[in-house]
């Protein structure tokens, strides 16, 4: 049976950064195919659902959603839905007969096969694809951004992961480490600039171990990140995620040299404890995450250190939950991401260690950890009284039309009364107020 031609889509995104820039991606194949994004979901043909499968929990809502789809499409028999993203490669055709509800399923590496897919599903039959590719990076798609503040915008640098941390679905989801070349992202980059953009973030499961040799030298991140800092002063340049067994004196030094690169770092720790972290298959010590701590402080000036921690791993002890925290005051950490250990099938600690942590300790372990980061938060917002910070302008307060807001380069957000600058403007603000999440300022 034929379905009617599909002319509008909609892209509803889960999980992480690299996710919503893949979305980009993806909107931007369909508009070149002749596809229109439509403003909202009721007024699309097509739905698609860019997933994430990072912990059970991300599923589980995925899931919940799409129960919502089978009722959505009672009322609108001729939408087509289509999962995109790592629970489409996760699940592949368990989903879609599970659901039975998909006309399309598409991996993160086959997003050029989209228009080919959606044709295959208006001709009555369910489109799948899920092969994973060694070598596509998109570079030539120029993405289409959505929801933009027109200010700020992410770069996909690389795809995939082979740490194989053994706790870790993405590199089942993702595949393997693959770099996109330098040319192809400088030139987003500066595309992105001239349209009045003043901030990229440059995106990899492990930006650290960028490495192109397409340009007779190989060139590697340090390298990378500093083309991106030249091409302009006035253009911000961040970057996540980094290995902190990959972060090198070289990148230190980069980020130090140039007033554009931002001064924060994002360093996922995991834990604090030693044989966690051997169990994490992470790749080092305690002792030695923290000698890097030390060498960002010591090279940057003023540089925030955000991290994710996870907590109730296999086998955790308390010991091992005290030592987490007795990290997290010694690396005085400005920012942390905090999860429950969440099993995921595949993976290497699914098939090796018991998930044995009860979940009332696990739970109780994770207050204790958001109610410290909380105090350091503040401690650190605390120590930033006074002084004056260049904010990029990203748009009016939520809380009050009278105020502005934007960040600075420590990516903390600032609240100050607006004096008339636009978003993409620099402005100087002191920091006078603070709460544990934000800093009020006051223009200068
Ligand atoms: N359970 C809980 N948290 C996880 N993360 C990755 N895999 C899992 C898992 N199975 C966390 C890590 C990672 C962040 C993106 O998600 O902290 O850095
Ligand atoms: Fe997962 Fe580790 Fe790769 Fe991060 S570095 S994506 S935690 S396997």
Redesign the pocket.
Known sequence: MNRKRPHTFFIETYGCQMNFSDSEIVASILTEDGFVPATDLFSADIVLLNTCSIREHAEDRIRKRLHYFRSLRKKKPDLMIGLLGCMAERTKLALLEEEQLLDLIAGPDSYRHLPGLLEQAVSGHRAIDTMLSSDETYADINPVRLDSNGVSAFISIMRG?????S?????YA?GQERSRDAASILKEAKDLFIQGYREITLLG??VNSYARDDTNSVIRFPGLLEQAARLDPRLRVRFA?S?PRDISIELLETIARYPNICKSIHL?V?SGSNPVLDKMN?KYTREEYLEKIRAIRNIIGNCAIST?IITGFCDETEEDHLQTLDLMREAAFDYAFTFKYSERPQTLAAEKYKDNVPPDTKERRLNEIISLQHKLSMQSNQKDLGQVFEVLVEGVSRRSDKHLFGRNSQNKVLVFPDMGQKAGDYAEVRAIRATSATLIGESV
């Open positions: 992961c082979e740490n194989f941390c706790y870790c679905v993405v590199p993702r499961q492990n995620t290995h996922p995991q992470r994710d």
